[in-house]
């Protein structure tokens, strides 16, 4: 999950816990183009919520895309 969704660029992701592995986090604007990619805090615990930062970004709907060593998730985020 994104929480809160919509933002203002400063979210939380809540993920099952992985056994402590750090995902990476890719972030797509709505042509497809990267505009932030970076690695995510290890999951420590079932529903951790770790926080993140993407601002400066301008107000536009993002495809976030959390990258594991078992496959990916995608999700979409709502920047005000």
């Known amino acids: 999950k994104i929480l809160p969704n919509p933002n203002k660029g400063l979210f939380q992701l809540e993920l099952a816990s ?3 592995e750090a995902p990476v986090m890719s972030v797509y604007d709505n042509l497809g183009k990267l505009v932030a990619q970076r690695q995510v805090e290890p999951v420590q615990s079932a529903f951790e919520r770790t926080p993140v930062q993407v601002q400066p970004l301008p107000a536009c709907i993002y495809i976030i895309q ?3 060593s078992s496959g990916y998730l995608t ?3 709502l920047i005000e």
């Open 18 to 20: 992985l056994s402590g």
């Open 66 to 68: 959390l990258t594991f």
């Open 75 to 77: 999700k979409r985020l």
